[in-house]
Protein backbone atom coordinates (compact mmCIF):
# COMPACT_ATOMS: atom_id res chain seq x y z
CA UNK A 1 0.00 0.00 0.00
CA UNK A 2 1.11 3.61 -0.61
CA UNK A 3 2.26 5.75 2.33
CA UNK A 4 -0.71 7.96 3.03
CA UNK A 5 -0.28 10.94 5.17
CA UNK A 6 -3.70 12.75 6.65
CA UNK A 7 -4.03 15.72 9.26
CA UNK A 8 -4.67 14.27 12.05
CA UNK A 9 -7.70 15.97 13.53
CA UNK A 10 -10.04 18.62 11.80
CA UNK A 11 -13.21 20.64 13.09
CA UNK A 12 -15.96 21.41 10.85
CA UNK A 13 -19.27 23.38 11.56
CA UNK A 14 -22.48 21.29 10.97
CA UNK A 15 -24.28 21.76 7.47
CA UNK A 16 -20.98 23.51 6.27
CA UNK A 17 -19.06 21.72 3.64
CA UNK A 18 -15.78 19.65 4.84
CA UNK A 19 -12.59 18.83 2.84
CA UNK A 20 -10.47 16.33 3.81
CA UNK A 21 -6.39 16.43 2.69
CA UNK A 22 -4.56 13.42 2.26
CA UNK A 23 -1.29 13.32 0.64
CA UNK A 24 -0.04 9.98 -1.08
CA UNK A 25 3.03 11.19 -3.19
CA UNK A 26 4.22 7.26 -3.56
CA UNK A 27 1.40 6.17 -4.75
CA UNK A 28 1.86 3.86 -7.78
CA UNK A 29 -0.09 3.93 -11.37
CA UNK A 30 -2.24 1.20 -10.61
CA UNK A 31 -2.93 1.65 -6.92
CA UNK A 32 -6.34 3.59 -6.46
CA UNK A 33 -7.24 6.18 -3.54
CA UNK A 34 -9.86 4.32 -1.18
CA UNK A 35 -11.60 6.46 1.79
CA UNK A 36 -12.99 4.49 4.50
CA UNK A 37 -14.56 6.52 7.75
CA UNK A 38 -14.88 4.74 11.27
CA UNK A 39 -17.91 5.70 13.75
CA UNK A 40 -17.34 5.40 17.26
CA UNK A 41 -17.41 1.24 18.36
CA UNK A 42 -18.13 0.17 14.71
CA UNK A 43 -16.20 -0.97 12.01
CA UNK A 44 -14.94 0.82 8.83
CA UNK A 45 -16.99 1.77 6.52
CA UNK A 46 -16.41 1.98 2.52
CA UNK A 47 -17.36 6.10 1.29
CA UNK A 48 -14.97 6.51 -1.84
CA UNK A 49 -12.62 5.54 -4.29
CA UNK A 50 -10.97 6.54 -7.42
CA UNK A 51 -7.97 6.89 -9.73
CA UNK A 52 -7.56 9.31 -11.57
CA UNK A 53 -10.85 11.04 -12.18
CA UNK A 54 -12.85 13.24 -9.56
CA UNK A 55 -16.00 10.41 -8.47
CA UNK A 56 -19.36 11.86 -6.26
CA UNK A 57 -21.98 9.37 -5.11
CA UNK A 58 -24.16 9.92 -2.11
CA UNK A 59 -21.89 9.53 0.53
CA UNK A 60 -19.31 12.03 -0.66
CA UNK A 61 -17.00 13.55 -3.53
CA UNK A 62 -13.19 12.57 -4.50
CA UNK A 63 -11.16 14.91 -5.87
CA UNK A 64 -7.65 13.26 -6.86
CA UNK A 65 -4.86 16.10 -8.43
CA UNK A 66 -3.72 15.86 -11.79
CA UNK A 67 -0.72 14.41 -10.67
CA UNK A 68 -2.60 11.94 -8.11
CA UNK A 69 0.11 12.74 -5.29
CA UNK A 70 -2.72 14.03 -3.55
CA UNK A 71 -6.88 14.22 -3.11
CA UNK A 72 -9.31 15.32 -0.99
CA UNK A 73 -12.96 14.02 0.47
CA UNK A 74 -15.32 16.98 -0.01
CA UNK A 75 -18.66 15.83 2.58
CA UNK A 76 -20.92 18.78 0.74
CA UNK A 77 -22.73 19.34 3.98
CA UNK A 78 -21.76 17.65 7.28
CA UNK A 79 -23.80 16.95 9.72
CA UNK A 80 -23.54 15.38 13.71
CA UNK A 81 -23.76 11.90 12.15
CA UNK A 82 -19.90 12.58 9.97
CA UNK A 83 -18.23 12.91 12.91
CA UNK A 84 -15.30 10.12 12.49
CA UNK A 85 -12.42 8.33 11.50
CA UNK A 86 -11.48 9.50 8.17
CA UNK A 87 -8.91 6.91 5.97
CA UNK A 88 -6.96 7.75 3.32
CA UNK A 89 -5.43 4.18 1.73
CA UNK A 90 -3.81 4.00 -1.39
CA UNK A 91 -4.01 0.38 -3.03
CA UNK A 92 -4.49 -2.30 -5.52
CA UNK A 93 -8.03 -2.92 -5.82
CA UNK A 94 -7.87 -6.63 -4.03
CA UNK A 95 -4.84 -5.83 -1.82
CA UNK A 96 -5.93 -6.12 2.10
CA UNK A 97 -6.49 -2.83 3.34
CA UNK A 98 -3.60 -1.08 5.64
CA UNK A 99 -4.87 1.61 8.01
CA UNK A 100 -3.25 4.65 8.60
CA UNK A 101 -3.24 7.13 11.58
CA UNK A 102 -6.59 8.64 9.70
CA UNK A 103 -8.21 12.29 10.22
CA UNK A 104 -10.05 12.62 13.25
CA UNK A 105 -13.31 14.64 11.61
CA UNK A 106 -14.85 16.97 14.60
CA UNK A 107 -18.23 18.31 13.67
CA UNK A 108 -19.61 21.42 15.61
CA UNK A 109 -22.79 22.21 16.24
CA UNK B 1 -28.00 -3.77 6.60
CA UNK B 2 -24.78 -5.18 7.65
CA UNK B 3 -23.37 -8.05 4.80
CA UNK B 4 -20.78 -9.00 7.43
CA UNK B 5 -21.79 -9.84 10.72
CA UNK B 6 -19.89 -10.52 13.76
CA UNK B 7 -20.73 -12.44 16.99
CA UNK B 8 -20.30 -11.57 19.74
CA UNK B 9 -20.40 -8.08 19.51
CA UNK B 10 -19.39 -8.30 23.07
CA UNK B 11 -17.50 -10.68 25.51
CA UNK B 12 -15.76 -10.88 28.88
CA UNK B 13 -13.85 -13.76 29.61
CA UNK B 14 -11.55 -14.68 33.08
CA UNK B 15 -7.88 -14.44 32.05
CA UNK B 16 -6.62 -17.80 31.20
CA UNK B 17 -9.38 -18.66 29.01
CA UNK B 18 -10.33 -18.97 25.42
CA UNK B 19 -12.64 -17.07 23.83
CA UNK B 20 -14.04 -17.53 19.73
CA UNK B 21 -15.10 -14.34 17.41
CA UNK B 22 -17.17 -15.81 14.42
CA UNK B 23 -17.38 -13.30 11.19
CA UNK B 24 -19.81 -14.09 8.63
CA UNK B 25 -20.58 -12.93 5.05
CA UNK B 26 -24.31 -12.87 4.82
CA UNK B 27 -25.02 -12.81 1.96
CA UNK B 28 -21.93 -13.48 -0.45
CA UNK B 29 -19.34 -16.08 -0.49
CA UNK B 30 -16.08 -14.91 1.00
CA UNK B 31 -12.86 -16.60 -0.04
CA UNK B 32 -10.64 -14.25 1.63
CA UNK B 33 -11.39 -12.18 5.12
CA UNK B 34 -9.11 -10.60 6.79
CA UNK B 35 -9.25 -9.82 10.84
CA UNK B 36 -7.78 -6.81 12.62
CA UNK B 37 -7.68 -5.48 16.18
CA UNK B 38 -7.62 -1.89 17.48
CA UNK B 39 -6.45 -0.49 20.76
CA UNK B 40 -8.53 2.82 21.83
CA UNK B 41 -8.10 5.84 20.15
CA UNK B 42 -5.29 3.90 18.02
CA UNK B 43 -5.93 2.84 14.09
CA UNK B 44 -6.70 -1.04 12.95
CA UNK B 45 -3.87 -3.88 12.78
CA UNK B 46 -3.96 -6.08 10.48
CA UNK B 47 -3.60 -8.96 12.00
CA UNK B 48 -3.98 -11.61 9.28
CA UNK B 49 -5.60 -12.89 6.09
CA UNK B 50 -7.91 -15.84 6.25
CA UNK B 51 -8.23 -18.27 3.05
CA UNK B 52 -10.99 -20.62 2.90
CA UNK B 53 -9.18 -23.88 2.70
CA UNK B 54 -5.94 -23.10 4.15
CA UNK B 55 -3.73 -21.73 6.55
CA UNK B 56 -4.01 -18.38 7.58
CA UNK B 57 -1.99 -15.75 6.59
CA UNK B 58 -0.22 -13.48 10.00
CA UNK B 59 1.25 -10.11 9.64
CA UNK B 60 4.24 -9.83 11.46
CA UNK B 61 4.43 -9.77 14.89
CA UNK B 62 1.20 -11.87 15.12
CA UNK B 63 1.48 -15.14 17.19
CA UNK B 64 -0.14 -17.81 15.26
CA UNK B 65 -0.34 -20.27 18.03
CA UNK B 66 -2.23 -17.24 20.39
CA UNK B 67 -4.73 -15.97 17.45
CA UNK B 68 -6.40 -19.03 16.00
CA UNK B 69 -8.08 -18.69 12.50
CA UNK B 70 -10.31 -21.01 11.20
CA UNK B 71 -11.88 -20.35 7.49
CA UNK B 72 -13.89 -23.69 7.01
CA UNK B 73 -16.73 -22.53 5.16
CA UNK B 74 -17.37 -19.57 2.37
CA UNK B 75 -19.32 -17.09 5.09
CA UNK B 76 -17.42 -18.22 8.05
CA UNK B 77 -14.27 -17.36 9.68
CA UNK B 78 -13.48 -17.60 13.44
CA UNK B 79 -10.65 -16.32 15.12
CA UNK B 80 -9.87 -17.36 18.45
CA UNK B 81 -7.62 -16.28 21.25
CA UNK B 82 -6.18 -19.03 23.55
CA UNK B 83 -4.91 -18.36 26.51
CA UNK B 84 -6.44 -14.48 26.90
CA UNK B 85 -4.60 -11.83 29.05
CA UNK B 86 -5.69 -8.27 30.13
CA UNK B 87 -3.81 -7.13 27.35
CA UNK B 88 -5.71 -8.59 24.82
CA UNK B 89 -8.57 -6.65 25.53
CA UNK B 90 -9.00 -5.14 22.44
CA UNK B 91 -11.53 -4.38 19.55
CA UNK B 92 -11.94 -6.83 16.75
CA UNK B 93 -12.70 -6.21 13.36
CA UNK B 94 -13.06 -8.43 10.84
CA UNK B 95 -13.65 -7.76 6.56
CA UNK B 96 -14.54 -10.01 4.14
CA UNK B 97 -13.83 -9.68 -0.13
CA UNK B 98 -16.80 -10.33 -2.04
CA UNK B 99 -15.20 -11.38 -5.11
CA UNK B 100 -18.31 -10.63 -7.28
CA UNK B 101 -17.85 -6.70 -6.81
CA UNK B 102 -14.60 -6.97 -8.45
CA UNK B 103 -14.65 -4.16 -11.06
CA UNK B 104 -18.21 -2.82 -9.48
CA UNK B 105 -17.29 -0.15 -6.44
CA UNK B 106 -15.75 -1.93 -3.35
CA UNK B 107 -14.71 -5.20 -2.71
CA UNK B 108 -14.37 -5.77 0.99
CA UNK B 109 -16.95 -5.21 3.75
CA UNK B 110 -16.36 -5.03 7.49
CA UNK B 111 -17.81 -6.65 10.31
CA UNK B 112 -19.22 -4.08 13.04
CA UNK B 113 -16.74 -5.45 15.16
CA UNK B 114 -15.92 -7.39 18.55
CA UNK B 115 -14.78 -5.97 22.13
CA UNK B 116 -12.94 -8.46 24.07
CA UNK B 117 -12.56 -7.61 27.73
CA UNK B 118 -10.43 -10.00 29.72
CA UNK B 119 -10.38 -9.69 33.39
Known amino acids: DAKTTQPNSMESNEEEPVHLPCNHS???????IHWYRQLPSQGPEYVIH???SNVNNRMASLAIAEDRKSSTLILHRATLRDAAVYYC??????????FGKGTRLHILP | GAVVSQHPSRVICKSGTSVKIECRSL??????MFWYRQFPKQSLMLMATSNEGSKATYEQGVEKDKFLINHASLTLSTLTVTSAHPEDSSFYICSARNPLRQGVGDTIYFGEGSWLTVV
Open chain 2, 27 to 32: DFQATT
Open chain 1, 26 to 32: TISGTDY
Open chain 1, 89 to 98: IGRNRDDKII
Open chain 1, 50 to 52: GLT
